[in-house]
Every structure is written in C-alpha cells, then in structure tokens.
C-alpha cells in the first residue's frame, strides 16, 4: 500500500469520480484507475462499488478511506515538522481563499507574503466555505479562509468582518433609496451563489425570518459574473460591502443593507483543532495579523 494510492482513493471519492480526481491530481484518468484497482488488490477486496455514472464506498472503502486520511494527515504533519527544520528556507504552505473577495482581500497578502518567504510553494485552492472546511478537515489544506465556523473541529483567527450591500439593477423600484431592508426585497429574485457557499445558507435563513423564501434568479461563484446578471435586470445580489465596491457599474446601483444586523461576511482562517501547524502557517497568520483590513466605509 502507497500513500499515492490512498490519495488517488481519497480523491476519487471527494471528487465524485475518476475524471474528477485525475484533473485534481494533474495526472491522467487511466492512473488514477490503475493505482485504485492496485490499493483494491493489497487490501484483498473492492473498496468502491460502481453502479452506472454513481460510485459508492463499500464497508472496508469507508474504513480505508477513514484510515488513510489519518495517515495521509499524520505524513503531512511529519513533513511540515522536518520542513521546519530549514528556518523557512523551503516548505509548503496548503491554503484555501474564499471564491469571493480574493483580488480585493488576498492580492497584496498572497504578494507580500511571497516577498518575505520567496523559498516557500505555495499550493492555493479556491472555494466556497463548505468545500473549505471540508478541505481543511481531511487534511488536503493546512489553513483555509472561511466564514467563522461553528465546527469545534477548528481553530480560527478572525481576519475581516464585513457588512452586505445589494446589487440592485438602475431601473429596480428601490434603487433611489439609501439603503434597503431585505424584507423590501421579498418580490425580486435573487441571485445566489455555488452550494459550497455557506453564505447562502444564512441569506435564505435570514429571508425565512422575515418571513419570505426567496425566488432563486440564477447562481454562480463570480462575483462579476452576478454583477453582470443584475446590470441585465436578472434580479438583485446581496455581497460584502469590499466586493461590492468594485463592482458598481453602469446600469447597477449599490445600497447598503439595513437588515438584518447580524447578516454578515465574516472571514476566519481556520485549522484542524490540534494539528501541528507549520512555520509557513504560522508566519501566514502573524501576516494576517498586521495586514490592514480594506474598509469597509459606505
């Protein structure tokens, strides 16, 4: 059994596929295939069942794919520490940047922190919340950014807390107001984002409260290609107030949200509680500490 192995297998599963798990790992499909098919024969018996287009873990899949997690953590872990050896002269750092707000947020962190350790690859992987979490958890990432989970599985340092403002189109109804309250919005559809976007979840949660499920206008992980929706009068999108900013353009107007306060983009860097995390993390996270925060003024 070799840890490429239970890698390709770990993916194939976290992918949904061999196709999947192949452009994942940059290497081709029929690799992917033969090192599964190689951990299936060490092993003595099928660790996946393959009914059509579907793939589903059989009982000893689920406890290899259980195992080699662990193992493929406790591997990174041993090599982070050795790495750590060198002062910074080499390493990795594994990290996850939120889909949104990355060129206003990050550029400049991800610039400088590349200035100050030039020796150190880094591995960058975009995503909404949950498919960072989900990353960070089985070890695939050392460090993520995320909304402030509630999963006592992680450690967090906080790094920005921004309220929303909606993208309306010029021609909206509310658009001359100051500001609009999201109850205002019941009648407009909304324009959401991918399912691995936690944010989502709290938009309709908060619709709910007020007493309304909104109509879904479309969905997308581009912050400009939503922008671009509501120019064409698809619907209205609620974003963090930097992301927003950047994306005023003729035919879309920018307000701020008045409600619900609680309603917020609140970006963390999280970890697995308890892991070992190495100097090129550590050294992230004290960036992150001194890096001023773009405002978030209206």
């Given at each position: 059994m070799e840890f490429k192995q239970l890698r390709s297998f770990i993916e194939?599963?976290?992918r949904g596929g061999f196709t999947q798990a192949a452009q994942t790992l940059h290497i081709s499909?029929?690799?992917v295939s033969k090192q599964v098919a190689q951990l299936e024969q060490d092993v003595g018996q099928p660790l996946?069942?393959?009914q059509a287009s579907h793939l589903h873990l059989t009982a000893a899949g689920r406890i290899v794919l259980e195992r080699g997690e662990a193992l493929l953590r406790q591997r990174q872990a041993l090599l982070n520490e050795l790495d750590d050896l060198s002062q910074m002269e080499r390493g990795e750092l594994r990290l996850g940047l939120p889909?949104?707000?990355s060129d206003a947020l990050f550029a400049g962190l991800f610039a400088e922190y590349r200035r100050r350790h030039p020796n150190i690859a880094i591995q960058l992987v975009e995503g909404g919340s949950r498919s960072i979490e989900q990353a960070v958890r089985s070890g695939e990432l050392e460090l993520g950014g995320s909304l402030t989970p509630s999963d006592d599985g992680f450690e967090y340092q906080p790094f920005c807390n921004e309220p929303l403002d909606a993208l309306?189109?010029?021609g909206h109804a509310l658009a001359g107001l100051g500001g609009v309250h999201l109850k205002q919005l019941a009648a407009t559809p909304f324009l959401l984002y991918q399912r691995s976007f936690v944010l989502n979840?709290?938009?309709v949660k908060a619709c709910q409260q007020q007493g309304f499920t909104p109509?879904?206008?479309g969905r997308s992980g581009q912050a400009d290609f939503l922008a671009a929706l509501v120019a064409a009068g698809q619907g209205v999108v609620l974003l963090p107030r930097v992301v927003a900013k950047a994306l005023e353009r003729p035919g879309v107007v920018r307000m701020p949200l008045r409600s619900p306060g609680d309603l917020r983009w609140d970006i963390?860097?999280?970890w697995r509680r308890g892991a070992y995390l190495s100097r090129a993390a550590q050294a992230w996270l004290a960036l992150l500490r001194e890096w001023p925060v773009p405002g978030s003024e209206a």
């Open positions: 194939v599963v976290h499909q029929s690799a996946l069942e393959r889909m949104l707000g309306l189109p010029a979840d709290r938009l109509t879904e206008g963390a860097f999280i």
